[in-house]
């Protein structure tokens, strides 16, 4: 019986090493074809603990908003076979240079921040509630914006990753929000683009000082009650999850293309 035992434990290493090793003949047949690798995506989920961004209209700041949609568009774009590189966790502060670097030396293929939007105080009124100090706009102000930089040295893909994002919001049934081109204090941002919701903003470091292609989104307006509403829904966050899912896939797709 220990004879019998033996030889079956030699037979199964065996084949455990030829499968081992046709695991590797085959990688190597792959890269020898020169298969291209999927895209890698660095996500950077916006603000910090710290720094936790603007305040909605129920009183909760853009960050909780920021993390639990990178969560699920990371969890989307893996499940779809895209890598994923976070810039920061949850409980992380890092800089705006730190981002940047997290973003120039992970090898990755492009970069998206997630935001989610407020606007100017001449729009805002302060409410309370629920003892909670909030602001809501004074008129409505829903929708996405999509920004890029023309300081960033992919530029003109950039711009192409953004166009192809605002083409799935789109479908979704979004509007781009358009308050960011009004001539007012701290807005006056050149629209690229009206249809797809795109701005320039050339002096956002996150993307001018990432050496891949790179797109910031504000998802929707936390101060206007209906975007909020839309934004905070668990089914629409998976939608817009998807949605950028389908924007890396055509992206990827095109990349494929030039190479």
């Known amino acids: 019986m220990p004879n019998i035992?033996?030889?079956f434990k030699r037979h199964f290493l065996l084949l455990f090493i030829f499968g081992l090793i046709g695991?590797?003949?085959?990688?190597?047949?792959?890269?020898a074809a020169g298969e291209r690798q999927p895209l890698t995506v660095v996500l950077d989920s916006g603000h910090n603990p710290g720094q936790?961004?603007?305040?909605?209209?129920?009183?909760?700041?853009e960050i909780v908003y920021n993390d639990n949609l990178t969560a699920k568009i990371a969890d989307a774009l893996r499940t779809a076979g895209f890598p994923v590189v976070l810039t920061r966790t949850p409980t992380q502060n890092i800089s705006l240079d730190g981002?940047?670097?997290?973003?120039?030396?992970?090898?990755?293929?492009?970069f998206l921040a997630i935001h989610h939007d407020s606007a100017q105080p001449v729009y805002l009124d302060k409410v309370t509630r629920n003892e909670v100090v909030a602001y809501r706009s004074k008129k409505p102000l829903a929708g996405y914006s999509i920004f890029v930089s023309k300081l960033n040295p992919q530029?003109?893909?950039?711009?192409?990753?953004?166009?192809?994002?605002?083409?799935?919001m789109l479908r979704l049934g979004r509007s781009p929000a358009m308050h960011h081109a009004e001539n007012i204090p701290g807005e006056n941002r050149e629209l690229l683009n009206t249809t797809m919701g795109i701005y320039r903003f050339d002096d956002l470091i996150v993307l001018k000082k990432?050496?891949?292609?790179?797109?910031?989104?504000?998802?929707?307006?936390?101060?206007?009650?209906?975007?909020?509403?839309?934004?905070?829904?668990?089914?629409?966050?998976?939608a817009i999850s998807q949605a950028i899912v389908s924007a890396v896939r055509a992206y990827d797709r095109f990349q494929s293309k030039k190479r």
């Open 5 to 7: 035992v033996q030889r």
């Open 23 to 31: 695991t590797s003949c085959a990688c190597v047949t792959q890269a």
């Open 52 to 61: 936790p961004g603007a305040l909605g209209v129920r009183g909760v700041y």
């Open 99 to 110: 981002r940047t670097q997290v973003a120039n030396t992970s090898h990755a293929d492009l």
């Open 155 to 168: 530029f003109a893909d950039s711009y192409h990753f953004a166009e192809i994002m605002g083409q799935e």
């Open 210 to 238: 990432t050496n891949i292609p790179a797109v910031l989104l504000e998802v929707g307006v936390i101060v206007d009650p209906d975007d909020e509403h839309y934004v905070s829904s668990n089914g629409k966050q998976e």
